[in-house]
């Protein structure tokens, strides 16, 4: 999971919960542009425990969304860093606006995704050669995984571990939970909600 | 929000999303043992930013469960703080086995509570004299509110803001994090799945 300054706090840790029910199945990575504390929007931070560069082998790199997504979108050092890693993991998945994130690094050109349906306008203006979908909780386009805003990135990560693992895992994992996983990426409220269809 | 060693990652990160959206109209605080990192149990640590002792001030007092409440039920010192920490609070919410550590301290004596419903038999060992109540998302009872596990935290959450605050608060905090809120104590489909009723 990439975090930086300015993260949604439900953006990473909603699928860090599920991916981290998998017990020894998988192994959580905290990964940031600097090491250490990083503050969420919100105020609360949480440690990043690997630099985000180099080598990282990761199967799955997950990258939130949040007001931090602002500067970022501007820093084309941080970009090029996210176009690399995503070229290096076998899945990506996004949650809420970090689909602008890859999205302005080039990743999603021509691809199908979506993101948050309160900040549509701002995050589909950062990648105008993506496919974007309005009304959906999340979108699976070959190994990019984007979901719709904070919460649906529970439902996209619980579809990621049933793409990567099984579905079991993923009944599992909601089930532990307590979690009613929305197992239908077309469900999708808020679209409708936020005048987007 | 109370964090210790071994915390649940919902737990924490579902109600603080939730309270986070208030902006103005609430400030977040993580208060631990001892302040600095915390490890959760799936791996990923938070930073607490004051201990818990003293003269906190907190309108809303918040506990998490997870594995590391087994260690803490039997440790004196903190349950006399929480017992302390509980009585300065104008309102209390736990999530998921934080209802085990209340109980230990305990303040749910007499006072319906629930609990997750997976380590529901080692929960409510924990307080022989509370009125568990095996089938609730959620059971407000005064100025505790008890929730079911893990996820059970959001919708909790959001009964509390409409409590202290007002519904509109508690809505805008859904529609803005794209979830929805199961805004019925009573529903809790995890009972039955778990042989509880």
Redesign the interface.
Known sequence: ?LVFPGF???D???P??MF?RLSERA??L?VAPAPG?VP????????A?AAFAGELGLDVLLVPGGMGTRPLVADPAFLAELRRQCGAARWVGSICTGSALLAKAGVLDGRRATT???SYAWATAQGPRVQWVPEARWVEDGKYFTS?????GMDMALALIARTLDRAASLEAA??????W?EDPAWD??AR?NGLV
């Open positions: 999971m949604e706090l439900l990473v840790f909603g860090l919960e981290g192994r959580l905290v504390p969420s929007h919100q105020g609360p931070a949480c440690v425990e948050n349906k309160r719709a805003g904070v919460s649906a089930a532990g939970a307590e979690y009613e929305h409220p808020f909600m």
